[in-house]
């Protein structure tokens, strides 16, 4: 069984980065079959797509997000993270990892205040 | 990039009841990159359907999902108490995008 977990600050300094960790188990981060997600979803909102990376290293962004996101893998850990830059209020969100769109963690909450 | 539109935004049913949602696509796109959720308060969005209309493991045959070019639709043919909830679709090709959601709620 796939199971995902993300981790990291639940609250991040305005103009700051956010970074989480997403640990894997069940599969490997090295699996080339899939590619490895992060989604966020603002309180009471909808869903959006951040990007994925697989593990040839080969990455998509979200249009509106590229210029402040990096998503990397640690194969040694078996995880993947993000980071995103220049947070603000707008960025708050809860932060998912997910295996493809079939396997999701159960989500951390994030919030951006000073 | 492709707008994903869902209606109805809010569908009010009894137990028991037949369920279509919506789906539209601003563009036509390959079924074969098209999915939906199911999501509660306070969990993660569930896989049901792939593909278009490829049922998710464990996910029971009330659940089923159709349609092809802009069009897609998600059944859910007897509400069980359970099914209460919101539902998402998904084009995960390209750049993947969300459809805004429709939540289905106790009549």
């Known amino acids: 069984q796939v199971h995902l977990q993300e981790s990291g600050p639940g609250l991040v300094k305005p103009s700051e980065t956010l970074s989480l960790t997403c640990t894997v188990s069940?599969?490997?981060?090295?699996?080339?079959?899939?590619?490895w997600n992060w989604i966020r979803q603002p309180p009471g909102k909808g869903l959006e797509w951040i990007g994925y990376?697989?593990?040839?290293?080969?990455?998509n962004y979200n249009p509106s997000l590229k210029s402040r996101v990096t998503i990397s893998i640690d194969t040694s850990k078996n995880q993947f993270s993000l980071k995103l830059t220049s947070v603000t209020a707008a960025d708050t969100a809860v932060y998912y990892c997910?295996?493809?769109?079939?396997?999701w963690g159960q989500g951390t909450l994030v919030t951006v205040s000073s | 990039e492709i707008v994903l539109t869902q209606s109805p935004g809010t569908l009010s049913l009894s137990p028991g009841e037949r369920a279509s949602l919506s789906c539209r696509t601003s563009?036509?796109?390959?079924?074969?990159?098209v999915a939906w959720y199911q999501q509660k308060p306070g969990q993660a969005p569930r896989l049901l359907i792939f593909?278009?209309?490829s049922r998710a493991t464990g996910i029971p045959d009330r659940f089923s999902g159709s349609g092809s070019g802009t069009d897609f639709t998600l059944t859910i043919s007897r509400l069980e108490p359970e099914d209460f909830a919101v539902y998402y679709c998904?084009?995960?090709?390209?750049?993947?995008?969300f459809g805004p959601g429709s939540k289905v709620d106790i009549k």
């Open positions: 997910a295996r493809f769109f079939e396997y």
């Open positions: 069940g599969d490997s981060v090295t699996n080339g079959n899939y590619y």
């Open positions: 990376m697989y593990y040839s290293g080969s990455t």
């Open positions: 563009q036509s796109v390959s079924s074969s990159y």
């Open positions: 593909g278009a209309s």
């Open positions: 998904l084009h995960y090709g390209g750049s993947p995008t």
